[in-house]
């Protein structure tokens, strides 16, 4: 379980810095600040936030079942 949740946290931060930037914030320090037409489609935007959303969950739930595992466990 401890493996998923390290995998799903590089990944997660990977599509995280992958996310075109909004302007003024820290995705302009890794160069989403320059205007780029990689992803720039609605299309490819829209499945990068569903992928997202879903390593998110599954993160979150590594983390609760982890919690849940060292919480019984004794």
Do not use: C, P, Y
């Not at 998923?4 to 302009?28: A, E, N, R």
């Not at 600040?33 to 935007?45: K, Q, T, W």
């Amino acid at each position: 379980m401890t493996s998923v949740l390290v995998l799903t946290s590089v990944f997660l931060t990977l599509l995280i810095l992958l996310h075109k930037g909004k302007g003024g914030g820290m995705s302009d320090m890794f160069g989403g600040g320059m205007s780029s037409n990689l992803g720039s489609s609605g299309v490819a935007e829209r499945n990068l936030n569903r992928f997202t959303t879903l390593v998110a969950i599954v993160w979150v739930s590594s983390i609760v079942l982890l919690g849940l595992m060292v919480r019984f466990q004794g």
